[in-house]
């Protein structure tokens, strides 16, 4: 959407260094993969653990020439 990636910036930016955590797949796709990666990233930063879980796909990805 028009300006998403600026507002998604601003929230971030609001909650930096604070306790309160935002979830959801709206901030960066719409899967519920999305949803958990943020909302583990948002409980590394608010817990002070800094290793979040990297986006990894449960499906495996196919060759684009597989049929």
Do not use: M
């Amino acid at each position: 959407a028009l300006g998403h990636a600026g507002i998604v910036r601003d929230v971030d930016a609001c909650l930096a260094g604070g306790k309160l955590a935002v979830t959801g797949n709206y901030f960066a796709g719409l899967a519920i993969e999305d949803c958990v990666l943020r909302s583990n990233a948002e409980w590394a930063r608010i817990s002070g653990c800094n290793s979040a879980p990297q986006r990894a796909s449960i499906w495996p990805r196919r060759s684009p020439t597989a049929h």
